[in-house]
Structure formats: structure tokens, C-alpha cells
């Protein structure tokens, strides 16, 4: 009775996350760099990442769409990066001296790095910026559909 049980919870649990990747995980990202030549401007939160069982669509909002087979994936990876608006809560602190307590707070910015091979042959990368809400959603479907391991600065100190 308990193999039956494990047996269908597991089956459950399967499709459930194959049902999950074939509907599509989309995200609202930055492209903040990579092999892609465009007009879009780093700091431009109109760019859609969409995974999918077969696919990773990347859609810049100048128009370009890029699709990279999982299996040509090489290598995944993630960082983060502490950032201060400084010059905002300086200009703030001339109206009320309470906005410099915006100073103590920082604003964390996620990195998600894509390495694959293209249809020529050439290793080439994307470099993408998360929201701070989604970047694991994007770091879990990325890792689910590839099957790589996310490198990320803390396992290279190790």
C-alpha cells in the first residue's frame, strides 16, 4: 500500500512540474549584455524571457527574438550585486531629512548568465537581469529544462 502510494505521489509530482514548463515560464527581464547586438537599453524592464520544455525564447523589445535549444546550453550561472541610489537620497534629503535613512538601504540587482553554442558552432552568452521577485522562478526553470548546475560566485570561493 505505501509503494502505491510513494508510486502516485511521484507520478503526481512529475507531471505536475512536466505541465509546468510545457505551459511556459515568462519572465519580464534586462538584458545587460551578451553577444546580441541591439538598441535596447540595459536599464529597459520590456524584455520577456520565456522558457518552455523545448525552448528559451528571448524577446528584446526592439523587435529581435532569440531561441536557444536547451541542449546547446554549455553552462548556466548567477550573481548578484549590491547597489545604493545614493544621488536619489541625497537630492531627497534637501526636501525632508528623513530621506536619508534611505541611504542604509540597498537595492540588490540579479545576474543570470546563459552560455550555449549557436547554429554556427560558436560558444556565446547572454547576460540577463532578473527582477528581484522572479529570479529564482528563472534560475529553477532554466536549471529544469537544461540540466545544469547554476555556477554561482559563493561555490567558486569554495
Not at 546580441?36 to 528571448?58: H, R
Not at 552560455?115 to 529564482?136: C, S
Request: include cysteine; charged fraction near 25%; aromatic fraction near 8%.
Amino acid at each position: 500500500m505505501r509503494k502505491s502510494i510513494a508510486l502516485l505521489l511521484c507520478i503526481t509530482i512529475y507531471c505536475a512540474t512536466q505541465s509546468a514548463f510545457a505551459q511556459g515560464n515568462e519572465f519580464k527581464v534586462r538584458y545587460s549584455g551578451g553577444t546580441l547586438k541591439t538598441t535596447t537599453k540595459p536599464d529597459d524592464w520590456g524584455n520577456k524571457l520565456t522558457i518552455t520544455s523545448d525552448q528559451i525564447l528571448l524577446d528584446l523589445k526592439d523587435g529581435q527574438k532569440l531561441v536557444i535549444d536547451p541542449k546547446k546550453v554549455n553552462g548556466l550561472s548567477y550573481g548578484k550585486e549590491a547597489t545604493r541610489r545614493t544621488k536619489t537620497y541625497i537630492g531627497l534629503a534637501f526636501i525632508s531629512p528623513i530621506f536619508l535613512f534611505g541611504l542604509l538601504k540597498k537595492n540588490k540587482k540579479h545576474f543570470v548568465g546563459i552560455e550555449y553554442t549557436d547554429n554556427e558552432g560558436k560558444n556565446v552568452a547572454l547576460l540577463l537581469q532578473a527582477k528581484n521577485d522572479q529570479y529564482r522562478a528563472v534560475l529553477t526553470a532554466l536549471k529544469g529544462i537544461t540540466g545544469k548546475e547554476v555556477a554561482t560566485e559563493e561555490k567558486e570561493k569554495k
